[in-house]
């Protein structure tokens, strides 16, 4: 029964057109099998909802399209894992002045919820798999902080086995990645080690994996851990000519901001080896419009 109420959640329909990101269901999910974690309840008003996942899909959404709280909310009950009630009855649409007013709440089904609550390994599944599904690793830890989900403890190693039959990540593209641009980061140049061992340095994807993104060089730059966060997060992206983009939208004051981020907007990416594929545009196109915050600032 769990393993049925897995495969719900982790098809849970979703709003989706030429690789376009659409995280809102899977964020409230999340957001309820936080609060089902810490009291033993997914129940959510509305308005607590709203205030959360408002910030959180600013913060981790898609930086050219905004849909309101409401509509997850509401248009969950379809995939018939969520529930919503007001003090007037059944939910009144997706929309937040009526959702409000009626002092909405929402929470999993009755089965689901007993089904979480009596198999704590489905909720750690369940929870690793919407993470996995969409946004990069580099960000898992930090949106688990934001919602107040402990993934950690005595389930690690059963998430640790079902998340690598998820994913089926091609074990080899981190060395692949760091042969080809030898051990460098692309932005900075960083080719820290100790001993013979590369430190701090990361195969990152320019496509996510989760949407799409294939574990092949041309869809890869090596990047210093810094950088590859500020990637998945949108400060900094790549332009078609092979230049470091970062967003307006970020401010750093600071000597350390200035040299590490700032100075390199307009700067050319390091080039792979000879012979080796540099990003490919249409993965470059793509997190140009799902994840860099435009615009970016002029160089």
């Not at 086995?161 to 998820?166: D, F, K, T, V």
Request: glycine share 8%; aromatic share 6%; with cysteine.
């Amino acid at each position: 029964m769990s393993e049925d109420w897995l495969e719900r959640i982790l098809n849970v329909r979703r709003w989706a057109q030429g690789g376009k990101r659409a995280p809102h269901k899977p964020m409230l999910m999340l957001l309820a099998l936080g609060r089902l974690q810490a009291t033993g309840s997914s129940r959510l008003a509305y308005v607590d909802a709203e205030a959360v996942l408002d910030e959180l899909l600013d913060e981790y959404g898609p930086s050219t399209s905004r849909t309101t709280t409401a509509y997850p909310f509401h248009r969950l009950q379809n995939d018939d894992l969520w529930t919503v009630r007001t003090t007037a009855g059944p939910s009144p649409g997706d929309s937040p002045t009526q959702l409000r007013r009626l002092e909405a709440t929402g929470q999993f089904v009755t089965d689901l919820e007993t089904a979480l609550r009596s198999d704590p390994r489905l909720l750690v599944l369940a929870a690793r798999g919407l993470l996995d599904a969409n946004f990069p690793e580099s960000l898992h830890a930090e949106i688990c902080a934001a919602l107040g989900l402990d993934l950690e403890g005595a389930e690690a190693s059963i998430v640790r086995g079902r998340a690598s039959e998820l994913r089926r990540r091609d074990p080899r593209f981190r060395e692949a990645v760091l042969v080809a641009y030898e051990y460098r980061c692309a932005m900075c140049g960083y080719d820290g080690r100790i001993g013979r061992e590369a430190v701090a340095l990361d195969a990152a994807h320019v496509r996510w994996w989760a949407f799409d993104g294939p574990d092949e060089v041309d869809n890869a730059l090596c990047l210093c851990s810094l950088h590859h966060k500020l990637l998945d997060r949108g400060v900094m992206g790549v332009t078609a000519e092979g230049v470091v983009a970062v967003s307006r939208l970020f401010v750093g004051r600071g000597r350390v901001a200035e040299e590490l981020v700032l100075s390199l907007a307009g700067s050319p990416l390091l080039e792979p080896q000879r012979g080796l594929p540099a990003p490919a545009q249409e993965h470059v196109s793509w997190h140009a419009e799902q994840v860099f915050r435009q615009p970016a600032r002029v160089a």
